[in-house]
């Protein structure tokens, strides 16, 4: 198990599902949490029930100031700053004409420009730190293309070239940038497409499911990844992204 006593992280999204799973992993693992989420309240309900190792702030992950906020009150909170993981993110699940000028810009908006405004704003305390790393959410969809998740697809595909460009940039700096792509997670955010998907593709999701990735997975799962290559078990790794989908993009059948 990756150790990460003396970590100092900001998680974004981190009110609930996955976030919140990654930022209840890093705090059994011995680091310090800041939770962010634009669901200010969510936030400190979790950051409350983890104890004296957690805080939370509000934060909009398209917002420059909000950012700043954020990595300054996580320096200030644990006297430095070191880890970063981009989760939050947005979904929009229907077919790629019918999607909206108003939700590409509010998917672009939050999953791209808010990965960038992230590694951006915690690039000088994460070098100060001279232990940084960053992980970035990304997902199956950014691997491969699939209907009804186009605008999706193409957001979290921009997360993994942004993962590796600065990944090779900063690489003499000693900061650590990676992405992780899981495949279906069970999570709220893929409660809410199963009606969507169940409808074009015309079977029930847990048949969908058990036919391409054999169960969903478990949001212990993904924060396992996300704990390991926050740790220094991953020293070596800078550049690359990891998928978790249960071997479905490995099938052609």
């Known amino acids: 198990m990756p150790e990460l006593q003396g970590r100092r992280a900001l998680i974004t999204g ?5 976030g919140r799973a990654i930022a209840e992993l890093f705090v059994e693992r011995g680091a310090q949490v800041m939770l962010s989420d634009i669901d200010e309240r969510g936030a400190a309900k979790v ?4 104890g004296p190792a957690a805080r939370s702030l509000r934060c909009d992950v398209t917002s420059a100031a909000d ?3 954020a990595v300054d009150a996580t320096v200030a909170a644990f006297g430095g700053f070191d880890t970063l993981v981009n989760n939050a993110g947005i979904e929009v699940v229907k077919p790629l004409f019918e999607q909206t000028e108003q939700e590409f810009d509010a998917l ?4 791209v ?7 951006r704003h915690s690039l000088a305390a994460l070098i100060e730190s001279k232990n940084g790393a960053i992980v970035n ?6 691997v491969g293309g699939a209907p009804l998740f186009g605008l999706y697809c193409a957001s979290k595909a921009a997360v993994i070239q942004m993962t590796r460009v600065a990944a090779a940039e900063l690489r003499p700096t000693g900061v650590r940038i990676n992405a992780v792509c899981p495949g279906f997670v069970g ?6 497409l199963i009606p969507t998907v169940e409808a074009v593709v015309g079977l029930p999701f847990d048949q969908l499911i058990a036919l391409k990735q054999q169960r969903l997975g478990t949001v212990q799962e993904v924060a396992e990844m996300v704990a390991f290559l926050a740790s220094d078990d991953a020293a070596w790794t800078t550049g690359a992204h990891y998928v978790l989908d249960g071997g479905m993009s490995a099938s052609l059948l």
Do not use: H, P, Y
């Not at 999570?187 to 809410?192: G, I, P």
């Open 47 to 50: 950051a409350d029930a983890l």
């Open 137 to 142: 959410m990304s997902s199956l969809a950014g």
């Open 113 to 119: 420009k808010g990965v960038f405004l992230g590694m």
């Open 67 to 69: 950012w700043q906020r």
């Open 187 to 192: 999570t709220a955010m893929v409660d809410r």
């Open 108 to 111: 672009m908006n939050i999953n």
């Open 14 to 18: 981190a009110a609930q599902g996955l």
